[in-house]
């Protein structure tokens, strides 16, 4: 059974940083790609990062590229994005999911962390 489990949130400045975490277990997560996704409050999911079966390969929402890094441990099933110079425009929740195989079209998601950037 798939299950994500999304870590990392909380209450940040403007400015801050936060490192969200995304442990996957029921499937063999080192080939798969795993996204991350948005939604903040009244508005529609937001694709924020993806990242290929290696790691070699990355996507960025424009509004985040340079202050967000996804990255992944296959040794830990872990999926990560470091979020550095946070804006309350990305406060949202972080959901993290599964690419259905060959993929990044998600098929299984977390239950997501909330992330609030707010002086």
């Known amino acids: 059974q798939v299950h994500l489990v999304e870590s990392g949130g909380g209450l940040v400045q403007p400015g801050g940083s936060l490192r969200l975490s995304c442990l996957a277990s029921?499937?063999?997560?080192?080939?798969?790609?795993m996204v991350w996704v948005r939604q903040a409050p009244g508005k529609g999911l937001e694709w924020v990062s993806d990242i290929s079966t290696e790691g070699l390969n990355t996507y960025y929402l424009d509004s985040v590229k340079g202050r967000f890094t996804i990255s992944r441990d296959n040794s830990k099933n872990t999926v990560y994005l470091q979020m550095n110079s946070l804006k309350a425009e990305d406060s949202a929740v972080y959901y993290c999911?599964?690419?259905?195989?060959?993929?990044?079209?998600?098929?299984?998601w977390g239950q997501g962390t909330q992330v609030t950037v707010s002086s």
């Open positions: 999911a599964k690419g259905v195989s060959g993929t990044y079209s998600p098929d299984y």
């Open positions: 029921g499937f063999t997560f080192s080939k798969y790609a």
